[in-house]
């Protein structure tokens, strides 16, 4: 299986819940400014869309959408930690998270990464993302994950959004809960390994 991704980008999160599965991925990086891969092969090849992430099955299917490969990753390697198994209300709240976070949280935040867009809806972003935080922090007030107990895919993409906070100059300190998540998130084994492997922290020597 290959993973299409570009360093600290969305597709973290499946790479997260892969290494946190245990299942093996080859990563091929994409220049996404360039939209080309470091062969100078055209993205747009592998995936139309022509954005990360994408997964190559070994049958050549090509699938996309961080949300839906998150549970194809944890579904094929048949972890019911990771996302519980179908039919439960355990796993359409893992399912409710995962929406929130793609179409509240990574889309709204996507706007502060293009330099192209004006201080006025920037202002507009940050009090809706600000509100968002407010909402997780409360939630992460009642419970160390975001569906409960434990580290479900929803967290591996929560914290792979909300820790663009880090690189875009968005105040994380009122909400304390989630700063706290984050650091949590963060101290993983499986995403200290992926973080390292896109080159994003640096190996204890
Ligand atoms: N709907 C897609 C959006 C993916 C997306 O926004 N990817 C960004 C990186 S986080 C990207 O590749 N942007 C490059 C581009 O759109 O040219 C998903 O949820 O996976």
Redesign the pocket.
């Known amino acids: 299986m290959k993973l299409y991704y570009?360093p600290g980008?969305?597709?973290l999160a499946v790479h997260i819940v892969a290494r946190e599965a245990g299942t093996p991925i080859d990563l091929v990086k994409?220049d996404?400014?360039k939209?080309k891969l470091e062969t100078g092969a055209d993205f747009a090849a592998v995936n139309p869309?022509?954005?990360?992430?994408a997964v190559e099955l070994d049958t050549g299917d090509v699938l996309?959408?961080?949300?839906?490969?998150v549970q194809w990753v944890a579904e094929q390697a048949g972890n019911t930690a990771l996302l519980p198994a179908a039919g439960t209300m355990e796993r359409f709240r893992v399912q409710e998270w995962l929406n929130f976070i793609?179409t509240e949280l990574?889309?709204t935040f996507?706007w502060l990464?293009h330099p192209e867009t004006e201080e006025g809806t920037r202002k507009t972003v940050r009090g809706k993302l600000a509100a968002r935080f407010a909402q997780l922090d409360e939630r992460l007030g009642r419970s160390p994950y975001l569906a409960g107990d434990h580290f479900t895919v929803a967290d591996a993409y929560a914290f792979t959004i909300v820790n663009w906070a880090n690189f875009l100059q968005v105040d994380l300190k009122p909400f304390p809960h989630l700063s706290d998540y984050l650091n949590r998130v963060a101290a993983r084994p499986a995403v200290r390994a992926a973080l390292t492997a896109e080159g994003l922290l640096k190996q204890a020597a």
């Open positions: 570009s980008a969305c597709s994409v996404l400014p939209h869309k022509n954005y990360v992430p996309t959408e961080a949300s839906v490969l793609a990574h889309k996507s990464w």
